[in-house]
């Protein structure tokens, strides 16, 4: 399978693999590192001082990658491979599942693994997960996906990157991801490279992060596909990754960028492992930033989400945990099941009172206890109010008086900056000054 020319969906005409716009053979591991410019915009220096993914799995759901590459020998598990059998760590032919896993968990290679490509959680664990060609999986009947996805679930992946497109969802697709979402797995789809204004039903589905690419300035890409569903945006134009059939490549895509998301949230997985998926997206939506001129506009905007990821904020700035769904969107409950609530939801006043009605008092018994209630605290209203008039002032204390309860100091809020950093850029977790950031190269000749 090629991601290059296949990862069309059928009846949607999406398009979310990253654009190979062709490898640097010639250029030397450390001019590799250094174009790797999303790890220079996130501070990755810093924000490996916090968080390097320790202990979090993240399953990529794609080609399969090649576990032997320099840069990610050790980190890719066995995985298995839906499409051909067998494990799916050894691939040598399609680069886009390689990567993808190098963006997440490259650890790089030589002297101090300076050199090649670094992922932005480089202890992190790949699990790859090959499927089938994208004409295949896109059929509602191939369930492909659901078993992609039930298969990453049962390995213990808290993470699943995406960066494919499906028009057309099946009842088993659904229940996959309804499955991954009850099980706290933080769900990573890409929107896709056409500049088009409508997402497709697997980016669209409640639950699933949808993640746009934006350029090295913060504005959003131009090809990147755009919709209310939208939640985040990532680096995703001249990303260097590691290939499986060629060393490195040169890529544009929502691919890239949703690789970037999904190695974020091992940050905090790692660092925070009590928080919910929900509240993992919480912390990335509410440290996320936008370009220059962009701060005003009405949030989440179809184009950019919430924002841009900041690593380095989402693992330091005080960001209240909230709901267990945060900004997530739940799933509707499978009708097979019963229609029971779905997790994290709660019943209706309706369900309350039917619970209060079995408990086996009639009506007469409930409203007599009602009027006896009543009358009693009528009696102590009556009698507070006499104590009360035999007071002279206000009491010393309680809500009101001099020592009462009160509120603390307020901290700064969850979008308010720390001191200063080196190199600050939209990324970093200090705002830029336009024309901070370093211009874009030229454009890369046309892709194979």
Same mark, same amino acid.
């Given at each position: 399978?090629?991601?290059?020319?296949?990862?069309?969906?059928?009846?949607?005409?999406?398009?979310?693999?990253?654009?190979?716009?062709?490898?640097?053979?010639?250029?030397?591991?450390?001019?590799?590192?250094?174009?790797?410019?999303?790890?220079?915009?996130?501070?990755?220096?810093?924000?490996?001082?916090?968080?390097?993914?320790?202990?979090?799995?993240?399953?990529?759901?794609?080609?399969?990658?090649?576990?032997?590459?320099?840069?990610?020998?050790?980190?890719?598990?066995?995985?298995?491979?839906?499409?051909?059998?067998?494990?799916?760590?050894?691939?040598?032919?399609?680069?886009?599942?390689?990567?993808?896993?190098?963006?997440?968990?490259?650890?790089?290679?030589?002297?101090?693994?300076?050199?090649?490509?670094?992922?932005?959680?480089?202890?992190?664990?790949?699990?790859?997960?090959?499927?089938?060609?994208?004409?295949?999986?896109?059929?509602?009947?191939?369930?492909?996906?659901?078993?992609?996805?039930?298969?990453?679930?049962?390995?213990?992946?808290?993470?699943?990157?995406?960066?494919?497109?499906?028009?057309?969802?099946?009842?088993?697709?659904?229940?996959?991801?309804?499955?991954?979402?009850?099980?706290?797995?933080?769900?990573?789809?890409?929107?896709?490279?056409?500049?088009?204004?409508?997402?497709?039903?697997?980016?669209?589905?409640?639950?699933?992060?949808?993640?746009?690419?934006?350029?090295?300035?913060?504005?959003?890409?131009?090809?990147?596909?755009?919709?209310?569903?939208?939640?985040?945006?990532?680096?995703?134009?001249?990303?260097?990754?590691?290939?499986?059939?060629?060393?490195?490549?040169?890529?544009?895509?929502?691919?890239?960028?949703?690789?970037?998301?999904?190695?974020?949230?091992?940050?905090?997985?790692?660092?925070?492992?009590?928080?919910?998926?929900?509240?993992?997206?919480?912390?990335?939506?509410?440290?996320?930033?936008?370009?220059?001129?962009?701060?005003?506009?009405?949030?989440?905007?179809?184009?950019?989400?919430?924002?841009?990821?900041?690593?380095?904020?989402?693992?330091?700035?005080?960001?209240?945990?909230?709901?267990?769904?945060?900004?997530?969107?739940?799933?509707?409950?499978?009708?097979?099941?019963?229609?029971?609530?779905?997790?994290?939801?709660?019943?209706?006043?309706?369900?309350?009172?039917?619970?209060?009605?079995?408990?086996?008092?009639?009506?007469?018994?409930?409203?007599?206890?009602?009027?006896?209630?009543?009358?009693?605290?009528?009696?102590?209203?009556?009698?507070?109010?006499?104590?009360?008039?035999?007071?002279? *002032?206000?009491?010393?204390?309680?809500?009101?008086? #001099? =020592?009462?309860?009160?509120? !603390? +100091?307020?901290? %700064?809020? @969850?979008? &308010?900056?720390?001191?200063?950093?080196?190199?600050? *850029?939209?990324?970093?977790?200090?705002?830029?000054? #336009? =024309?901070?950031?370093?211009? !874009? +190269?030229?454009? %890369?000749? @046309?892709? &194979?």
């Amino acid at each position: 399978m090629n991601f290059t020319r296949t990862l069309c969906v059928v009846g949607g005409a999406m398009m979310t693999g990253a654009l190979f716009l062709g490898s640097a053979p010639t250029a030397s591991a450390d001019q590799i590192r250094d174009g790797q410019w999303p790890l220079k915009s996130f501070d990755a220096e810093s924000v490996w001082q916090l968080s390097t993914g320790k202990g979090v799995t993240v399953a990529v759901i794609d080609d399969p990658v090649n576990g032997d590459h320099p840069d990610l020998k050790g980190n890719v598990l066995p995985g298995k491979d839906l499409d051909q059998g067998g494990p799916a760590n050894q691939e040598d032919q399609d680069n886009h599942g390689t990567s993808m896993a190098s963006i997440i968990a490259g650890h790089g290679h030589g002297a101090g693994n300076s050199e090649g490509v670094k992922g932005l959680a480089p202890e992190a664990k790949i699990l790859p997960v090959g499927i089938t060609p994208e004409d295949e999986i896109s059929a509602p009947s191939s369930g492909g996906l659901a078993k992609a996805v039930n298969y990453a679930v049962s390995q213990g992946a808290s993470v699943i990157n995406m960066s494919f497109g499906q028009a057309v969802l099946s009842e088993d697709d659904k229940q996959a991801l309804r499955n991954a979402i009850n099980k706290n797995v933080f769900l990573v789809v890409a929107t896709g490279n056409d500049g088009m204004g409508k997402l497709d039903q697997l980016t669209s589905y409640p639950g699933v992060v949808a993640v746009g690419a934006v350029d090295k300035t913060g504005k959003v890409w131009e090809d990147s596909n755009y919709g209310p569903q939208t939640m985040l945006t990532a680096p995703g134009t001249f990303i260097r990754s590691a290939g499986a059939n060629k060393p490195y490549v040169l890529a544009n895509g929502t691919s890239d960028s949703a690789a970037y998301v999904s190695g974020a949230a091992a940050l905090l997985r790692s660092k925070f492992p009590g928080l919910t998926a929900g509240q993992i997206a919480n912390r990335l939506v509410k440290t996320a930033g936008l370009p220059p001129g962009k701060e005003g506009m009405e949030l989440p905007d179809p184009h950019y989400g919430y924002g841009f990821i900041r690593p380095y904020s989402a693992l330091t700035k005080n960001v209240p945990t909230g709901s267990k769904n945060g900004p997530l969107k739940t799933p509707k409950a499978d009708p097979a099941a019963g229609g029971a609530s779905a997790p994290g939801t709660s019943g209706s006043a309706g369900d309350e009172a039917s619970q209060q009605m079995d408990s086996g008092l009639g009506t007469g018994a409930i409203m007599g206890i009602a009027v006896g209630v009543l009358i009693v605290v009528a009696i102590i209203i009556i009698v507070v109010r006499q104590k009360k008039n035999d007071r002279n *002032g206000s009491p010393p204390g309680g809500f009101g008086g #001099p =020592g009462g309860p009160g509120f !603390a +100091p307020q901290q %700064p809020g @969850p979008f &308010q900056q720390p001191g200063p950093y080196q190199q600050p *850029g939209p990324f970093q977790h200090q705002s830029s000054a #336009p =024309g901070a950031v370093p211009p !874009a +190269p030229p454009t %890369p000749p @046309p892709g &194979q």
